[in-house]
């Protein structure tokens, strides 16, 4: 787990030393135990650069080296293009997994952040053909398999990442992103250059980008939790959508393409429960042991729902004496205090149990620190960050989640408003003039006039209503903006042979949720604290099974979760199968009235001084809230936005005083 940038250059411009140094040093936090930078002249000749902990011809092949230069050198004529990397040291903890990486004859040079679960065997395959190794690294068996095998390389590939590799004879950069969208990659492109990080603060850091607002990004993020990819909240930069590759040559021309797809109207009915449910147990146990491999100390993240206890029981199973955390909440949250059930798993494994209680002074004071880590407002505050810092502060380099059972195994239940759209559809003409008296009623007229699922799945997913996005906006452009049909745009819906509403919703949780959100976030808060998560649920082997998996497997008799249950039972408490859904989450709704009232104030007047949205509006959500006519989700949202605003330099220049 590391970080990776770099900096391609157009138009015979230079690429300057200090700004890919300004980079790397922006992504230290990801990479805290080595740093290395190379520029290509595309004379076959490498400069490199490394700081005092990268010894010099650090994979043998020294007489392929031009000797490492320190930091302070300058930048060699010519250079048009620059890679730089920051090491979370996780295999092979020696000088050998030094990056800027490249393959003996020096034309492939990679940088790469993640995991490739299976290198090991693809590495035994390519020795077969031919290729020898000088590091026991996943990034020297990504190298040389590109190098064999090309784009097919892939395929091949179990695991999370994000790399970029320089091909210094056709002089063109190839990046790719894993299937699910684990590991983040993001760009800058103008008609000098091509900038790419794994953040957005390091494009920030560069010098070479200048943070901008997009509102339409800000607009979609009132939907989808954050800008749905390749859109950010950041004019000008974007995403690489997961499951994809790029390639650009000097010329800036850009080709982009999609190598994997979630399996679709693939469903097979012909199987048993039971055989469905062995081989759920065998896929997820292999998920897991393929995750626990490291030469570091590995923990795991564990409430008291099923995902996480179950992952939590299989590694104990694998690595007795595992150290799994807990967040606990004090006595005015009961309804998300999840202790018991993650207590009574705990006692039935080999684990060693370490628990915080969360208590709001501890956590708002880092609210500046969150919004750096979001990067794009969010309508919540996710405890994310609180359980990281308490894994760091452990010993722990690898951290497992039970992030994705949700997701794959209905445990949302979103279906249940599919069903009530069904319902409401054909009598929309009525329920069209019935006054609204409620938000539910308000919300089933709306329901009733949705054209399809992907349009209902959208709407109970969505923090705010497109109406309510429309009022909220003074923007020119915002009578143009919609959601739904982004959705329908981006995911390419047109066509889709969904089986039903629950393989329907399953698959937009994976490629937008999870895909587009939730893998962002948590990325962002465990390598804030150098940590690398890790998630068994979002192997690419498990979610196509569970996408050939009936749906009558995944809820059955009002019971969601039902097959995963099943698999699940012998291995956790029963308490947390019998648990009703709490969700892990920080009781943000609490706190606004008290704790966090000063940093509503901040964030909503900043929003106001933009102009962008309207006042009265604003006025309105926080009333509603007040008075119990409405979530916090709203308002936070936009208090989120505000703080952004101003932490990334795009609002006042005041400083926040939270506390």
């Known amino acids: 787990m590391c970080g990776i940038a770099g900096i391609f250059t157009f138009n015979d411009s230079k690429v300057p030393l200090q700004n890919i140094r300004l980079m790397t040093r922006a992504m230290r936090h990801r990479g805290p135990d080595d740093e290395g930078m190379a520029f290509f002249k595309g004379t076959g000749e490498a400069v490199i650069y490394g700081d005092e902990n990268t010894p ?79 590091s026991n690294t996943d990034t020297e068996v990504i190298l040389k398999a590109y190098r064999l095998w090309g784009v097919d390389c892939l395929n091949r590939f179990n695991g999370m990442w994000a790399f970029a590799i320089w091909d210094d004879k056709e002089k063109a950069l190839f990046c790719s992103r894993d299937r699910i969208g684990i590991k983040p990659f993001y760009y800058y492109l103008t008609d ?100 626990l491999v490291a030469d570091v100390p590995v923990g795991v993240f564990m409430s008291g729902g099923v995902d996480s206890t179950t992952i939590a029981a299989i590694a104990a199973k694998e690595h007795p004496g595992i150290k799994a955390f807990t967040l606990a909440y004090e006595n005015d949250v009961p309804e998300m205090d999840e202790l018991p059930q993650a207590r009574a798993t705990a006692a039935m494994w080999p684990m060693t149990h370490i628990v915080e209680v969360v208590k709001p002074e501890n956590t708002i004071r880092h609210l500046p620190e969150m919004t750096r880590c979001y990067e794009e407002p969010f ?35 979103r279906e249940r408003m599919a069903s009530i759209w069904r319902m409401v559809k054909p009598w929309h003409g009525i329920i069209s003039h019935i006054p ?47 959601s739904f049909e982004k959705f329908r745009q981006l995911y390419e819906l047109e066509g889709m042979p969904f089986s039903d509403a629950i393989e329907a919703i399953s698959y937009f949780d994976i490629i937008n949720y999870i ?99 309207n006042n009265a509006m604003i006025e309105k959500i926080k009333q509603q809230f007040m008075t119990s006519k409405a979530p916090y989700n709203k308002l936070w949202f936009l208090a989120s936005l505000g703080l952004w605003l101003r932490e990334f330099g795009m609002g006042s220049k005041k400083d926040i005083d939270i506390e």
């Open 56 to 134: 010099a011809g650090v994979y043998n092949f020294d007489t392929r080296y031009t000797p490492k230069k320190p930091f302070s050198g300058t930048v060699p004529d010519g250079s048009f293009i620059a890679l730089g990397h920051t090491r979370l040291s996780i295999l092979d903890l020696s000088a050998a997994g030094h990056q800027p990486m490249c393959t003996e004859d020096s034309r492939y040079w990679i940088v790469h952040n993640g995991e490739i679960y299976n290198f090991q065997e693809i590495r035994e395959e390519l020795k077969k053909e031919g290729e020898y190794f000088s």
């Open 192 to 291: 000098d250059y091509f900038i790419f990080s794994s953040d957005i603060k390091t494009l920030i850091a560069s010098g070479l980008y200048q943070p901008e607002p997009d509102w339409e990004g800000v607009y979609h993020a009132m939907s989808f939790y954050c800008a749905p990819r390749p859109m950010t909240c950041f004019k000008g930069v974007s995403a690489l959508e997961q499951a994809h590759w790029m390639r650009i040559n000097p010329a800036k021309n850009i080709r982009k393409q999609r190598y994997w797809h979630m399996p679709v109207g693939e469903i097979n009915y012909s199987r048993s429960e039971n055989d469905w449910k062995e081989e759920l147990e065998y896929t997820l146990h292999n998920a897991v042991k393929r995750r």
């Open 379 to 413: 309508h919540s505050i996710s405890p994310n960050y609180m359980i990281s810092r308490l894994v760091a502060k452990n010993d722990v380099k690898v951290i497992l989640n039970g992030l994705g059972g949700d997701e794959l195994f209905c445990g949302y239940r």
């Open 436 to 482: 609204v008296q409620n938000r539910k009623l308000g919300k089933v007229k709306i329901l009733s006039g949705l054209k399809d699922i992907s349009e209902c799945y959208l709407l109970g997913f969505s923090t705010f209503t497109e109406g309510e996005k429309k009022e909220l906006f003074c923007h020119h452009d915002a009578c143009n903006w919609n």
């Open 515 to 613: 895909g587009n959100h939730f893998v962002y976030r948590m990325d962002q808060f465990t390598m804030h604290f150098s940590l690398e998560g890790r998630f068994p649920f979002l192997d690419h082997e498990l979610v196509e099974l569970a996408c050939r998996m009936p749906s009558n497997l995944k809820v059955k008799n009002g019971v969601g979760k039902y097959i995963l249950k099943q698999a699940a039972k012998n291995l956790i408490h029963p308490s947390c199968i019998s648990m009703k859904k709490k969700g892990f989450g920080l009781p943000v709704g609490h706190w606004i009235k008290d704790s966090l009232s000063g940093a509503l104030e901040i964030g909503l007047n900043e929003v106001k001084q933009t102009g962008i949205m």
